[in-house]
């Protein structure tokens, strides 16, 4: 099994809970109620951070698997240029 | 205190200014469609829409008439929770991108259903098709039955001369401009609909004075207190774990499932498009999902420093409330052809997705050898007919299928997403098996819901009618049921040899970009193992009593 199918999944596993994390961070307020009601940036906590990273944590998350994903994109397309080489002159 | 119910006192800029947009509309859609050579050139826009077009065409797939009507009503009835609910919505095309929307860009999919046609077959996908046009139709109808309101609100005309008109102007524009004029049109409306929400916004921010007029979407901690003094619970949790964890499978798994969003994908220009469209997404639905909460906070600021009243059937109003209280006459027009906007770009995507799963999934697969001329009046025919059977339905709509459009995310969530995802991803899911779980797992979550069988729910209240409790029982029962037929029924010769499994298979490697074949990949028995145990608990998790409150 070559890297670039390893990748592929490992990257679609992580990238996944990334993305749950950034959409979904209010449920560590639900589960710890201990992190609730601190002032951030004068927003309740439970409330400034899953809106902050809702959105820009969100951002960052998906410039950097659009950025991945490509570069697999084309590390994909040169194991397949490579087996297909071989497997012709073989 | 003056508390009376809010009416538009002068239309007439709001309809020169609706008028106007329809014009633009109208032109998008014939300039664009004129690039449009064929009938996948109809459905998929050539396949060749940029990424920030895209981009933007995506985010306003998702704006609809609530960001501007419903939202801050929402906002001041269920609170933070609601914000929570509305902040995961981002997540949807990052990861429709994610687990398949570039596999089935690759195959050259018009519809998500093309891709269950392919890998499990046609009766897998007529039954799946049934659903997705059920889902496609409830979500267009609340949008068609909110453009209808605010048409009489503005014209001063009756419901039904409103919805008649508003539906054949919006079903007019979509028919002719196709995916192509869809596509720029959805483009030039989130333009518009964000301009039209958020500087008003900034303007009736500093206007009360709001030190973050210049940013609102980010910067109003200052109405905190105000908003504490008005709605001291507001940021309280209210509900329980289970309820926070049910967007999940609910909202974020059902959306996965929408076919007007995978759509979107497959009209991008190539794969790095696709996900530059992706990036785009995430900053255009972000600004203005943000924008919407502050929204829902000056509401709130405005009554309690202004000792004006809202009255609570109001609320969805408050934008336009707040827009005749600070701004000038003609930006109350803009926002109002804004929320237009809004309430088109989605009924827009929801016709083209009808129209799709119509012409394409159905009668191009009954009678494949029509010509491509008459593929293309079957397109016009099926969104027009889509159109015209929403506005019917509209006329008077039945309760159930007005009462909560969210609850169609989790049938989407329930009967396509699961499918699609573990088509992609694993080889040994085969079509007894999606056949089997698309069946069973659609029809409890229709039977456990609250509007067929009310004392049959796996919980009541607002979790049931939102199907939060239903598809938290039911989207892992999907995966359960597909996984579990699908180990089942390889291991029985008699029937793997009935489909074409190794033609199945080979799809798999092909749609991730591989060349060649390798069974090993994609292909892990212990992957189905772990998913269906993790299922399993799922769905023991979800009839057990308890959880939903805090």
């Known amino acids: 099994m070559n890297s670039a199918y390893k990748k592929e999944i490992r990257y679609t596993i992580g990238f996944s809970l990334l993305l749950l994390l950034c959409g979904h961070s209010g449920l560590f307020f639900v589960a710890f109620p201990g992190l609730r009601d601190a002032m951030i940036l004068g927003f309740p906590s439970q409330y400034c951070i899953p809106v902050a990273l809702g959105w820009l944590g969100l951002m960052v998350v998906v410039v950097i698997q659009a950025k991945l994903t490509n570069d697999l994109d084309d590390e994909i397309e040169a194991v397949t240029s490579t087996n297909t080489t071989s497997t012709t002159k073989g | ?186 483009a030039f409306q989130m333009v518009l609909m964000g301009i039209a929400f958020i500087v008003p916004l900034g303007a009736i921010m500093k206007a009360m004075g709001g030190t973050g007029w210049y940013f609102p979407p980010l910067l109003y901690a200052d109405m905190v207190p105000a908003m504490l003094e008005a709605v001291p619970d507001f940021f309280d949790m209210k509900f329980g774990f289970k309820w926070y964890f049910s967007l999940i499978p609910c909202f974020t798994i059902g959306a996965m499932g929408l076919p007007h969003l995978g759509m979107r994908i497959y009209t991008s220009k190539n794969l790095k498009s696709a996900r530059g469209a992706m990036v785009w997404f995430t900053f255009f639905c972000g600004i203005v999902f943000s924008a919407t909460y502050t929204m829902g906070f000056s509401g709130v600021f405005f009554q309690a420093t202004s000792g004006t009243t809202i009255i609570p059937s109001d609320y969805d109003k408050i934008t336009l409330i707040l827009n005749s209280v600070f701004n000038p006459p003609w930006v109350l027009a803009f926002v109002i052809a804004g929320a237009i906007a809004a309430g088109l770009s989605t009924i827009s995507a929801n016709l083209m997705a009808i129209g799709a799963l119509i012409s394409q999934d159905i009668i191009a697969t009954i009678k494949p050898n029509l010509s491509d001329k008459t593929m293309q009046v079957i397109g016009y025919s099926a969104i027009t007919g889509g159109g015209i059977v929403a506005i019917l339905i509209a006329l008077n709509p039945p309760t159930f299928l007005v009462v909560s459009i969210l609850w169609a995310f989790g049938l989407a969530g329930v009967t396509m997403a699961p499918l699609v995802i573990m088509g992609v991803w694993w080889k040994q899911a085969n079509r007894y098996g999606a056949s089997a779980a698309a069946i069973i797992s659609g029809l409890t979550y229709i039977a456990v819901s609250p509007y067929l069988f009310p004392d049959f729910t796996i919980a009541g209240g607002l979790q049931a009618k939102l199907g939060m409790s239903g598809a938290l029982l039911c989207v892992p029962l999907t995966f359960l049921i597909l996984t579990v037929v699908s180990m089942i029924t390889d291991k029985i010769p008699a029937l793997m040899a009935r489909i074409p499994h190794e033609e199945d298979k080979r799809l798999v490697d092909s749609i991730h970009g591989w060349a060649d074949y390798d069974e090993e990949r994609y292909n892990s028995t212990r992957a189905g193992i772990i998913v269906a145990a993790v299922s399993l608990f799922f769905v023991i998790w979800a009839i057990m009593p308890g959880g939903w409150t805090a």
């Open chain 2, 1 to 186: 205190m003056e508390q009376q119910k809010w009416v538009l006192e002068n239309p007439t800029l709001g309809i020169i200014f609706v008028a106007a947009s329809f014009v633009a509309f109208y032109f998008i859609g014939w300039y664009s469609a004129k690039a449009a050579k064929s009938s996948t050139d109809y459905w998929t826009a050539g396949r060749n829409i940029g990424a920030l077009a895209n981009g933007l065409g995506m985010a306003s797939s998702f704006m609809s008439l609530a960001t501007f009507m419903g939202v801050t009503a929402l906002i001041l009835k269920l609170k933070v929770p609601f914000v929570y609910m509305w902040i995961q919505f981002a997540l949807s095309i990052p990861l429709i991108t994610l687990w398949y929307g570039t596999p089935l860009r690759r195959m050259g999919a018009y519809t998500p259903a093309h891709f269950v046609r392919e890998r499990y077959g046609l009766s897998t996908s007529y039954v799946t098709v049934i659903f997705m046009i059920l889902v496609m139709l409830m979500y267009a109808l609340g949008q068609m039955i909110g453009v209808a309101k605010v048409f009489e609100m503005l014209f001063g005309i009756n419901y039904t001369v409103a919805l008649v008109c508003g539906g054949a102007l919006i079903v007019g524009y979509v028919a002719i401009g196709g995916m192509y004029g869809t596509s720029y049109n959805a």
